[in-house]
């Protein structure tokens, strides 16, 4: 029997989704795009679900493209980006939840960039990160271009871009790739209990700092000024904004419902 490409639980206002190709890695092929793009409409419909944890199934998160799936050389890989990575990059990136991503081992080429699509990125301390694209001819793509140099700066994203080289979790953190590095053992509970915190959270106020985050990388300070008034307007008629106040009144901690 074939095993599902994409693993989907949910619980207590969690979804995790799990990468389930593991004898490859969990390197994307198109079943296992068409699948999470399923397993993402589910917790768009699901109202109950107020965070997503996204990890790998065995020794590795995401190996990237399985190249012995494609048509090799003179293939539109444009058209492929254009179908699969860029719908799920920008799905993602826009997804009204927050997004944690626990890199439980190798992040190589499109892996990596999927990996720092999250909102919040934990790591095995002996996952690693790869831009392996130059090993195969290729440039960095599903947003790694756009991600790297902002997270990292323009010197450093040119040397992992230009030279592939194996980025270790520890040195991720260091250089603020990624949120914490957390002992193998111990990634499932930590990315458990991290969805379950931001789940209790105001829903909607997490997702105004998500969108307002991503904005301010193109805004000028006047835009931004005005993105966060009207944000701020919008959070200040929420059941969740009566209720942290009244709990902080009444120095009780806040029961908040998503609303």
């Given at each position: ?5 994409i693993?989907l ?12 190709r593991?004898d490859?890695?969990n ?5 296992m ?6 397993a993402l409409d589910t ?8 965070a997503l ?6 020794r590795g998160?995401c190996?990237?493209q399985?190249l012995g799936?494609?048509r090799?050389?003179?293939a539109?890989l444009?058209?492929?980006?254009e ?5 799920l990059i920008?799905?993602l ?5 927050p997004l944690?991503?626990?890199?439980n081992?190798v992040?190589?080429?499109?892996g990596?960039?999927?990996a720092l699509?999250g909102?919040?990125v934990l790591a ?5 990160f790869i831009?392996a ?7 960095p793509d599903?947003g790694g271009?756009w991600?790297l140099p ?5 010197a ?7 030279l592939?080289?194996?980025l270790?979790?520890?040195t991720a ?8 590095v ?5 990634l ?6 991290l969805?379950?915190?931001l789940a209790?959270q105001p ?5 105004a ?7 301010s990388?193109?805004h000028?300070?006047?835009q931004?000024?005005?993105?966060e ?8 008629w929420?059941e969740d904004?009566?209720?942290g106040?009244?709990?902080?009144r009444e120095?009780?901690p806040?029961r908040?419902?998503g609303?």
């Amino acid at each position: 029997m074939t095993e599902e490409p994409i693993l989907l639980a949910m619980a207590d206002g969690v979804a995790t989704i799990t990468l389930n190709r593991p004898d490859k890695l969990n390197a994307f092929n198109d079943p296992m795009h068409v699948a999470l793009r399923c397993a993402l409409d589910t917790i768009a419909a699901a109202p109950e679900v107020r965070a997503l944890v996204l990890t790998g199934a065995g020794r590795g998160f995401c190996a990237g493209q399985d190249l012995g799936a494609t048509r090799g050389p003179g293939a539109d890989l444009g058209e492929s980006l254009e179908r699969n990575y860029n719908v799920l990059i920008r799905r993602l990136r826009a997804m009204p939840l927050p997004l944690v991503v626990a890199v439980n081992g190798v992040a190589a080429g499109a892996g990596a960039s999927l990996a720092l699509a999250g909102d919040i990125v934990l790591a095995a301390r002996s996952a690693s990160f790869i831009q392996a694209f130059c090993r195969i001819g290729l440039m960095p793509d599903a947003g790694g271009t756009w991600v790297l140099p902002r997270l990292v700066g323009p010197a450093r994203a040119a040397g992992l871009a230009l030279l592939g080289d194996v980025l270790p979790a520890e040195t991720a953190a260091a250089w603020g790739l990624i949120w914490r590095v957390v002992d193998d053992e111990q990634l499932p509970q930590e990315a458990a209990a991290l969805g379950g915190r931001l789940a209790s959270q105001p829903t909607r106020a997490l997702a105004a700092i998500k969108q307002a985050l991503q904005a301010s990388w193109a805004h000028t300070l006047d835009q931004q000024l005005d993105l966060e008034r009207d944000l701020q307007r919008d959070l200040g008629w929420t059941e969740d904004y009566r209720e942290g106040v009244a709990a902080f009144r009444e120095r009780r901690p806040a029961r908040f419902q998503g609303r």
